[in-house]
Each structure stands twice: as C-alpha cells, then as structure tokens.
C-alpha cells in the first residue's frame, strides 16, 4: 500500500472483505434494502455556490443586539444613578438586571466573533495544507484552551488565532461592566417638626432653682442651679444638650439674662442724671461717689489686685475693679480697669448643630432689651403672686449667682501674701473667681503688685473668652443662659433639619460604556474579517459535523481512518502528522469534487466552478 508521505502515488480503491465469523448474523440484500439510507442528492448535479442570507445575517444581527443591549444596559443604570437604595432586594435585583445585561451582551458577541472565526478556518483551509492535529486544533480552539498549545495554529492560523483569542476575551466584559453600579453613602436632610429644649423665664421654669425663707421669699439659689452655673464659670463653656438626633440641627429664639459692661467714665455718662435710692443723707447721689465708697480709691487700692461689689444702691448692678493692665482695653497700659456691668433683659437667638451627637452652639445674635431696673426686694418677693409683673425670679437668682462670684478682693497684704476676702452681707457662698476663666484675663494677674508675689507663672489667656475681662463677663452670663438648655426645664417646636447618611446608587458610565465601546470594536473587527473569509469561500460555513462529514468523502481519507472509526480523543501521532487541505481532488473522474485530501492529491479549489 502507498504510504501518505507526501509522493504522487495515487491511491486505488481497495475493496476490503468483511470477516466470515459470524456469517449466519448478516443479512440479505433483500433484509438490507428497508435498512439502506435513502438518496438525498443527484450525484450529476453540481453543488450550489452562493454565500446565502443567513450568515452574513447572523453575524450582523448578532452584533446589533449586543450594541442595543449595550445602551439598554447604559440606560437602565443611569436610570438608577444618584437614586436612593429602598431595600436589599431592590439593590440585588439591581445586580441581577446588570449581570443579565452582561451575559446576554457577551453571548451576543461572542457568537458573531464564532461565526467570523467559523469562515475563517474553512479559508485558511482552502489557502493551506495543515497537520490533521493542527485542524483539530482549528475547530477546537473557540471550545478549548488547550488547542492554543498546538504549534500550527500559530503557524499557519494566525488571523483564526486572533479571533480566537478576542472570542476569549469578551466574556471580561461581563466582568466589568456590571461593577460600573455601586453604592455609596450620601448625606440627605429633611425637616421635620419636633419638640426641643428650650429657655422660658416662666414659673414652671426657674422655681426649681431657688432656696426659700421665711414667709416665700427667695433666699439664696438652689443646688441644682448652683452646679450648672459653676460648672459653666470653671470650664468656659457651655453644657451639652441632648441632640434630637445624631446629625441635625435647628435654630431657638428666646429671651434670657445677660450682663452688658461698660467702662466707669462710660457708665457715667450713660447714667447722667439718675437718682439713687437715699442712703446716707443722699451722700452718694452720683455714680462716681458711690464707686469711691463700695470700691474705694486711688488712696486706699494700692494694694488691691482685685475688688468686686453689688452696691445695694443700684439695681442688678456690679462693680468691678482690677488692678492689672490689658492693652486690648485700657488706653494707658498703667490704668487699672473698673467695670460696671448691670443685668439686661436679652433676645438671644442660636444656631444648634449637631455631629454624631456632638454639638456646636453657634450665636446668631444677642440683643440687649432693657435693663432689669427692678430692686433685690423686690426680686426677692418674686415669687409672690401679686407681685409686680416685670419682675422675674429666675432673673434675680441669676443675679445672685454672678454677685456671689464677683463680690470678693484680693488683697496683697503687708507680708507679701495674697488675701481673699469675701463680704459679710453674702448670703450663701459660692466659687472664687480665681477658680474660673475670668482670672486667665490680663486685667486680674498683670499687675506688678501680683507679679511680685512669684506664684504667676507663665499665664494663659486662653481661658478669657474674648481676650478682656468686660467681654469675659458678658460672655459667661451668655454661656450660662445657653447652658440653661441642658436642663431641659421647657420645650418648643422648631423645624429640625436631620441630616442621616443614606445608600444611593452611582453609576460609571464612562468606564461601562469604554469597555461595551471596546467590545463592540474588536467584535466589528471579528465581522469584517469573517465577510472577507465568506467572500473568499464563496458559500457560508460552519463546523458541524454535517460540514466534516461532506467535506471529507475522499477514499484517501477512507483508509486514513481504517482501524481508528471511532475517533478517540487522543490523536495518535503519526495520524496527527498528516498534512491535509481543503480543494479539489485531482484525479476524482468525471465529476469534479471538493474534500479534504493531502497536499499533493487536492488542488485549489476555483471558486464558481462545477463541484459535485
């Protein structure tokens, strides 16, 4: 028998005899005919060329699909952008759309890239002579990674190859895309009507802050009130309010005490003409006589770091006289400072922010009404039910509070030692000064008579909020009419704004429709090559076994195949060796036909001519 090494030996057909074992198990002719395959082609008529509608069709719709669904995807996702996640199963549907969107796009494409690679083997095939491996290899490679490995494919398949590789690629797309959707968290606000704590000078408000005696009259303040105003005087803050929620925040209008400090020349002329209540034979009818005889002067203060005095004469009014300089208020660096601060009625309205609970008292503004020109008897009668109205208790105990701070004197005595002495007539004790952010100002400690004390140290003034004692007055009796809220005492509605961070879809359009944009590119591409290959085949192809199985009517192949018809996976190696090509078989008689045949039996075929 010829060997197939490639000579021009022609093959003869060889009849090959059946076994006679078993002979009694064959049948007749007779018993055969029911069982022969019917005729389904006239042998004389020439096969069609033509590459028909179907696959062109195919390969176009395939790729229209994957482009529409590609902007169904873009459009779906968008639609979602920037809205609010409601629900997990909202969310995961959400992927499961997007992840369908992907698989679809994928399969859509990966089929027309299929059957471009499809057309493009049948035309390597017609152009060159490949090792029966390397053509396993060839139908293989779209289903098998491991057709990559066979050196022919790379040889003598490169543009198949590419194809191939790209029909591998695609399904990344489906990886990426469906990631271009994700949450993130987003601070929404809305505003909702709620109960706040609130300040209310009313009855049910400040009662609960005082010490009666005798027949109701108020005595000193109570506890409760007395730990929130030390609390406020020694830290130089304002307590914390409960916050309605952990982020919001809302505005509060109200009216409070508050305490306004002026210079001594100042209040002079602002109190020009005012009466005092007689005292002595109306000896002190002026406020710079009744200064001298509560304070004292220049004679008997040249030891006096700090005095601080309510003169019963003057109504909710202190004085107060420190001996140290501070250029940010005294003209002369050498002048001591004296004060007279008197209570006022007070518009206060601030701004409450809250963050994780924490909050930021923010004033808004702080008007001075009128001064609470009303007397400590009367104050202290308060309480009382025919009592004028004007007078307000919760008022007469916060000046209580503040003339129990500032009523004292420092004294430098002859021994060197500082002294602090408090007046008789004080009727409850309460918290040095010297305890408070008030002696962080300059005007209490930069004295040479203190300074030579040698307890100074290195002073800070940070503690004295607005850097001057007039100011760090009038900013503690604001801080302690905020902190008022803390107590919780009255409420009123306020449009709270809550700001909670929620889940909210965004969407990277730019990088899913970058990576459909890239898909759809390469798959264009894939088509272009495969109508090329239709055009060269002249008839549309695929790898089905119907194809192999009328590409391959050839006696050569027929002895090829003795003793291997059941095609085992594992290709012995000297079949795979084989070199065999797709054309025309010489030699094939009267009919002229195409199949696949070694180098040397097959021609090209002639694209048009009659094959049967």
Request: charge should be negative; glycine fraction near 6%.
């Amino acid at each position: 028998m010829p060997s197939l090494d490639g000579d021009h030996t022609r093959y003869e057909p060889v009849l090959i005899q059946p076994p006679d074992h078993h002979t009694s198990d064959r049948k007749t002719p007779e018993q055969n005919t029911s069982a022969s395959p019917p005729a389904v082609g006239d042998e004389s008529a020439p096969v069609a060329w033509g590459i028909g509608w179907r696959c062109p069709t195919l390969m176009i719709i395939s790729v229209v699909c994957g482009a529409m669904l590609s902007v169904g995807h873009h459009l779906y996702y968008r639609s979602l952008d920037n809205t609010l996640v409601n629900s997990v199963n909202q969310q995961t549907w959400a992927i499961r759309i997007g992840t369908g969107f992907a698989f679809l796009i994928n399969s859509f494409l990966v089929s027309a890239v299929g059957i471009a690679a499809a057309q493009e083997i049948w035309a390597t095939l017609r152009r060159k002579s490949v090792r029966l491996s390397g053509i396993d290899g060839m139908f293989e490679v779209l289903t098998s990674p491991f057709a990559f490995l066979i050196p022919d494919l790379w040889i003598y398949a490169k543009t198949l190859t590419i194809l191939a590789i790209i029909s591998w690629l695609l399904p990344l797309a489906s990886v990426f895309t469906p990631a271009t959707l994700s949450i993130h968290l987003l601070t929404t606000t809305n505003i909702t009507q709620l109960r706040v704590p609130t300040v209310n000078f009313t009855d049910s408000f400040w009662l609960p802050w005082v010490t009666y005696e005798g027949a109701g009259f108020i005595g000193s303040p109570s506890p409760e009130i007395t730990r929130l105003f030390t609390a406020t005087s020694s830290s130089a803050e304002v307590l914390s309010v409960p916050a309605p929620f952990p982020n919001s925040s809302y505005a509060l209008e109200f009216w409070g005490p508050s305490y306004k400090c002026q210079r001594l020349s100042e209040a002079i002329v602002d109190m020009q003409g005012m009466t005092f209540t007689d005292y002595l034979d109306n000896n002190y009818s002026s406020l710079q006589n009744l200064w001298d005889h509560e304070i004292g002067n220049s004679t008997n203060l040249t030891r006096t770091v700090y005095s601080g005095i309510a003169p019963s004469l003057l109504n909710n009014t202190l004085f107060v006289y420190a001996a140290g300089s501070n250029p940010l208020w005294n003209e002369n660096a050498t002048q001591p400072t004296e004060l007279v601060c008197q209570l006022w009625n007070t518009s206060y309205v601030v701004e409450q922010h809250f963050i994780n609970g924490v909050r930021t008292l923010t004033p808004i503004s702080t008007e001075l009404l009128a001064p609470a020109n009303w007397s400590s008897e009367a104050g202290s009668y308060s309480t009382i039910e025919d009592e004028e109205p004007s007078v307000n208790g919760g008022y007469y105990v916060t000046h209580m509070l503040f003339s129990g701070l500032i009523q004292r004197t420092l004294v430098i005595s002859a021994s060197g030692e500082l002294g602090n002495f408090l007046p008789s007539t004080l009727p409850f004790t309460t918290m040095s000064i010297m305890q408070t952010g008030l002696f962080a100002c300059p005007e209490l400690w930069n004295s040479s008579n203190y300074q030579n004390l040698g307890i100074a140290g290195d002073e800070s003034t940070t503690l004295c909020r607005n850097k001057t004692l007039a100011r760090a007055i009038e900013d503690l009796s604001h801080n302690f009419t905020y902190s008022l809220l803390s107590l919780n005492a009255a409420n009123t509605s306020a449009p709270v704004t809550i700001s909670s961070p929620r889940n909210f879809y965004t969407y990277d359009s730019r990088s899913l429709l970058a990576v459909y944009m890239a898909a759809l590119g390469v798959t264009v591409v894939c088509v272009v090559v495969g109508f090329f290959a239709l055009r060269e085949n002249g008839v549309s192809h695929n790898t089905s076994f119907s194809s192999v199985l009328m590409t391959t009517r050839n006696p050569e192949l027929d002895h090829l195949a003795n003793g291997r018809c059941l095609g085992s996976y594992e290709l012995e190696k000297e079949i795979g060796e084989v070199q065999l090509r797709f054309g025309e078989i010489e030699g094939s008689g009267q009919y002229t036909r195409a199949a696949f045949g070694t180098n040397d039996s097959v021609a090209a075929l002639s694209k048009g001519r009659d094959y049967y």
